[in-house]
């Protein structure tokens, strides 16, 4: 019998001040304008990376690491590839004896490695050069999403990143063979004359302190492998459910969620009320609505099993260019998956019948006279897909226990907002407020899982919360954002795009994460990982800081520095790289402040839409689907 009580207490406190939204705060301003200006194109290739915690990846051979093998399992040029993602299909398993340390199999196919492993690192290496937006990229194996990443913005010279990414969360799927769909829209023609050239290979190897991953894994996408084509759903527009009959010896059952906003979703947590968006119709247009506040919801049977408070994320062609090259925002190059236990529902799920898992997002509608309800649908478009990781017991078990008491009332929002006008009656700024509060309680035996979050923006965000199990899993979050962004056009046509933003990733994780969330030096890893990301962006510098922290085994209250990272850039140049790694420091030594790099060109396109503040020819389409 499952001994399950999932006692589910999720609250959400939404504040939003935004001051200060002049009506002619798009207008075009002098050409003397202090703002960032196209310059000489750089040389040589710019190097662009994201800051984050080293990832282990052994080459060669070594007795500590077992047998050490590498795939390559994608060399591609993405051109014009929007419909038409590179697929790699499964080839017939081999022995041993037919392999060498370096698979010679044709590139794409994947089969199992020829030797046990328990660790997989993925490398993906990008190039480009000309002029291009950034591109969305989702990776699948069969249906199911592993890896949704995002592009660096080429330059005349060329641009080259890599990221290194754990992988062994998906080792169910490792471990048979795959058809291998990476999915990177990208259109080139005599404007956008970016291609992006990739590779990407894997490594499998064996550490001797592995943790437990997942016995079956199902995704919650539209499972379109067979077509040849990505299994991400778009909603508003698609049903984003799946059916199932799982196991009936499932005794652990986590649900991750990966969910990003385009086009008029990208900048969601800049988005005004709906009854707000003709504010400024005359000066500025139209702005983007259904309020500032999203939450992406789980749903099983039809009933709220969770929910996810998503992470402002910013990719390197949003808000303005400059700031991400050649250090790209939080998580740009790996987009972070949301995690909800939903162990509780398995006295539920393991009963032999199918059961739905369905994946929503939600914002607000108002009336215009200071009441909101959940949205049912927001602006176009999210990309969403979700992961059902399964932790299996004895083949002969069967999982029983009292059936969830769910407890989800609808939430309590409170809204209000205003608008000044000039000396000539025209709208000059738009103030409002949110304030949000959910409870959600899942009971079922003595298993629970608590959620706690909260959202605060005056022009400033901040998004908290916590995540609680019975299981021994938690996990703390905030994500503060503080943006100003402007644009002008001078006489000549030229555009400058000038701004300051502050924004942070604190997260904190303990216990049995579904995702690694460590780093590996030979030894047990931390019960734990504190991650705290900090960036500081004012044209043109821009500055990082970087800190993981693990947690004592037997004392989780107490942290140690895993990894530290100080950058800071100028004008596209690293002028300052001080590392340290357990305990030790060092220099990256780095060139001198050189010249800006060219800022793309945005002729017969919306800046608006690049700063998120309403319809034109959106950027974001051109990266999740979409035609210039």
């Not at 974001?620 to 210039?628: D, R």
Request: aromatic content about 10%; glycine content about 8%; proline content about 7%.
């Amino acid at each position: 019998m499952l001994p399950a009580m999932i006692k589910s207490h999720c609250f959400l406190c939404l504040y939003v001040f935004i001051s200060q939204w002049a009506a002619n705060a798009l207008s075009f301003p002098g050409p003397n304008d202090a703002l960032q200006k196209r310059q000489t194109p750089a040389t040589t290739p710019l190097v662009d990376f994201q800051v984050y915690e080293p990832v282990l990846t052994p080459s060669g051979t070594s007795d500590q690491y077992g047998c050490i093998y590498t795939q390559t399992l994608m060399s591609h040029v993405f051109s014009n590839s929007y419909g038409a993602p590179f697929v790699g299909r499964p080839s017939p398993s081999k022995s041993p004896n037919e392999f060498r340390l370096i698979t010679v199999l044709r590139v794409g196919d994947y089969a199992p490695p020829p030797c046990r492993f328990n660790r997989v690192t993925m490398n993906l290496t990008v190039t480009s050069q000309g002029r291009q937006f950034d591109r969305l990229g989702l990776m699948y194996l069969g249906n199911t999403e592993v890896f949704r990443t995002s592009t660096a913005e080429p330059t005349s010279a060329g641009i080259l990143f890599t990221y290194i990414k754990e992988m062994e969360q998906y080792n169910a799927l490792w471990e048979e063979e795959q058809k291998i769909i990476f999915d990177l829209p990208n259109i080139v023609n005599s404007e956008y004359t970016g291609l992006y050239y990739t590779t990407l290979t894997a490594t499998f190897f064996t550490v001797p302190d592995s943790r437990p991953t997942a016995d079956e894994i199902l995704p919650i996408s539209a499972e379109q492998s067979a077509e040849n084509i990505g299994s991400a759903f778009s909603i508003p527009g698609q049903n984003a459910s799946v059916s199932y009959t799982l196991p009936q010896n499932v005794e652990r059952a986590v649900i991750s969620l990966s969910a990003c906003g385009q086009i008029a979703e990208e900048f969601w947590y800049t988005n005004t009320f709906n009854s707000d968006v003709n504010t400024f119709e005359s000066t500025a247009g139209t702005l983007y609505g259904f309020s500032p506040f999203r939450e992406v919801q789980l749903l099983i049977d039809g009933q709220l099993a969770g929910v996810s408070w998503p992470f402002p994320i910013i990719f390197t062609g949003g808000i303005v260019p400059g700031f991400w090259r050649p250090i790209v925002g939080i998580d740009a190059f790996d987009l972070r998956q949301h995690e909800i236990d939903v162990t509780p529902w398995l006295p539920l799920l393991c009963d032999g019948a199918s059961h739905t898992f369905e994946i929503r997002v939600a914002g607000l509608n108002d009336d215009g006279a200071g009441h909101a309800t959940l949205s049912e649908i927001v602006g176009s478009y999210w990309v969403v897909t979700g992961t059902i990781f399964l932790f299996l017991g004895q083949d002969e078990s069967v999982t029983t226990g009292t059936l969830p008491s769910i407890d989800t009332p609808s939430p309590e929002i409170q809204i209000s907002s205003s608008v000044t006008t000039n000396s000539t009656g025209a709208n000059e700024t738009l103030t409002y407020i949110t304030a949000v509060t959910r409870n959600i309680a899942i009971t079922s035996g003595n298993t629970s899982w608590t959620q706690n979050q909260g959202f605060v923006q005056i022009t400033i965000q901040n998004t908290t919360g916590s995540d609680l199990s019975s299981s021994g899993y938690a996990n703390t979050y905030s994500y503060p954002l503080d943006v100003n962004s402007s644009f002008s056009v001078d006489a000549a046509g030229e555009v400058g795009i000038n701004g300051t933003l502050t924004r942070g990733l604190d997260y904190n994780v303990f216990g049995p994460s579904v995702f690694p969330s460590y780093v590996h030096f030979g030894e047990e890893h931390p019960i734990g990982v504190e991650i705290e990301s900090q960036e500081d962006l004012s044209t043109p510098k821009i500055r990082r800081d970087f800190d993981f922290k693990g947690a004592e085994v037997n004392a989780p209250g107490v942290t140690y520095e895993l990894y530290h990272r100080h950058v800071m850039a100028v004008n596209s140049t690293v002028t300052e790289d001080e590392q340290t790694l357990v305990g030790k420091t060092f220099g990256v030594p780095v060139d001198q402040a050189g010249e800006n790099v060219p800022a793309p060109a945005f002729e017969g396109f919306s800046v608006r839409s690049l700063l998120g503040r309403g319809p034109g020819q959106p950027k974001a389409g051109l990266m999740g689907g979409g035609v210039p």
